[in-house]
Structure formats: C-alpha cells, structure tokens
C-alpha cells in the first residue's frame, strides 16, 4: 500500500517560517510529478506548488510565489516545502499528493493525482 506521511506543519507567527516533509512508502516517486494542495475551512482545496518527476520543473501558485520552495529528492523519497514570510493566509491543512501518470509536465488540479497524505495542519497567527 502506498503511504504519504506528512510532516512539519505547527503553529507559526505570521512572518515565520515552517518546512514541511512528504515522505512516501510504497513504491518509488521518481517516476512521478508531486504537489502540494492545501485546504482552509469554508474553501475549496487548492493547488499550493508542484515539481516534474526529475525536479527540474517546478510550478507555484501565484498566492506564494516567492515565499514558498518546493523540491524533492528522489534518492530519499521524499518531497518538501519550505515556506517562508508566512500569512495567516496561509493558515490551512497542507497535503502531499503523487501523481502515478507518467508525463513530462505538473498537474495543478487535485483530479489527476492518484495517492495523498493524510495532511498536516499549518496556522499563522497574527
């Protein structure tokens, strides 16, 4: 069974900085693009950031471009985002997803991927 297993998340005062951590189990993501999605309450579930299989690729939501860093590596399984100047904003429950079709690109909608985390709960406090 595939398993994602996020974590990292905490509370934070706005300005701070947290650094999450998917680590998968199961089968190798090296094959696979890899996202982050978050959900705040009353909102829809939305595309954080993503990275291509091999990590040349990455893609942001324009909500934390600049302040957010995803990345992988692939020898460890594992996929991180590290956020920066946070904003209460940003207060949500942040989830690991992998993308088991094999393409060159990221998908930002929550349909095309195929294994997630159980999610990691991030508050930024004003």
């Known amino acids: 069974q595939v398993q994602l297993v996020e974590s990292g998340g905490g509370l934070v005062q706005a300005g701070g900085s947290l650094r999450l951590s998917c680590a998968v189990a199961?089968?190798?993501?090296?094959?696979?693009?890899m996202g982050w999605f978050r959900q705040a309450p009353g909102k829809e579930r939305e595309f954080v950031a993503g990275v291509n299989r091999s990590g040349g690729s990455v893609t942001y939501a324009d909500s934390v471009k600049g302040r957010f860093t995803i990345s992988r590596d692939n020898a460890k399984n594992t996929m991180y985002l590290q956020m920066n100047s946070l904003q209460p904003e940003d207060t949500a429950v942040y989830y690991c997803?992998?993308?088991?079709?094999?393409?060159?690109?990221?998908?930002?909608?929550?349909?095309?991927?195929?294994?997630w985390g159980q999610g990691t709960q991030v508050t930024v406090s004003s």
């Open positions: 199961g089968r190798t993501v090296s094959s696979c693009a």
């Open positions: 997803a992998v993308d088991a079709t094999w393409r060159y690109g990221i998908p930002t909608t929550s349909g095309a991927y195929d294994y």
